[in-house]
């Protein structure tokens, strides 16, 4: 079964440090872009961040730029992000998303799969 | 960025209605218009690729069309299940989805 479980959210100060984590499994892992999404309380979907498969390429939102930097381990079949300089704007659910299509060196497309997501909370 | 602006953003609907919701993007886009669903406390389910094409499982209620600039969803027959919010998503250029529309039921 292709599966993703996010881990590492919870609560942070304004200007503190996070890193989620987003473990997959059921597919061949180094083969697809990821990419991480985000969704604040009662608000629409935000696009956050990419990365391709290969990982040699990496893709951003303005509103994350500078401060977010996304990885990946292909041989733990793991994806991260790492979030600095957080926000009050920056709490949200943050889910991570497969790409629908197989390349090594794609940029991010559109999403078949989606992990549960996991909360993160940046007080002021 | 590519704006994308969804409309309406909520609708109230009965069961069997036919549904459409509509996706305009701030300049053309060609087909990389993807339509998703989403239910509360649920991740986003996908439901078209391509502007058109039906994502796996998806019931063929569902479809969209549309290219460049406007983009359609339609649900022909709206059933129970589909009480939901949908969002549109552009991967013409950097990501970015529509505010999306809530389908409540009239």
């Known amino acids: 079964e292709v599966q993703l479980v996010e881990s590492g959210g919870g609560l942070v100060k304004s200007g503190g440090s996070l890193r989620l984590s987003c473990a997959a499994s059921?597919?061949?892992?180094?083969?697809?872009?990821m990419s991480w999404v985000r969704q604040a309380p009662g608000k629409g979907l935000e696009w956050v961040s990419g990365i391709s498969g290969s990982g040699s390429r990496t893709f951003y939102a303005d509103s994350v730029k500078g401060r977010f930097t996304i990885s990946r381990d292909n041989s733990k079949s793991t994806l991260y992000v790492q979030m600095n300089s957080l926000r009050a704007e920056d709490t949200a659910v943050y889910y991570c998303?497969?790409?629908?299509?197989?390349?090594?060196?794609?940029?991010?497309?559109?999403?078949?799969?989606w992990g549960q997501g996991t909360m993160v909370t940046v007080s002021s | 960025d590519i704006q994308m602006a969804q409309s309406p953003s909520s609708l109230s609907a009965s069961v069997g209605d036919r549904v459409t919701i509509t996706c305009r993007a701030s300049q053309s886009i060609g087909i990389y218009l993807h339509w998703y669903q989403q239910k509360p406390g649920k991740a986003p389910r996908p439901l078209i690729y391509?502007?058109?094409s039906l994502a796996s499982g998806v019931p063929s209620r569902f479809s969209g069309s549309g290219s460049g600039t406007d983009f359609t969803l339609t649900i022909s027959s709206l059933q129970p299940e589909d009480f939901a919010t949908y969002y549109c998503q552009q991967s013409y250029s950097t990501l970015t989805f529509g505010g999306g529309t809530k389908v409540e039921i009239k």
């Open positions: 391509t502007a058109s």
């Open positions: 998303a497969k790409d629908r299509g197989a390349g090594g060196n794609s940029a991010p497309d559109a999403f078949d799969i």
């Open positions: 059921g597919f061949t892992f180094s083969s697809y872009a």
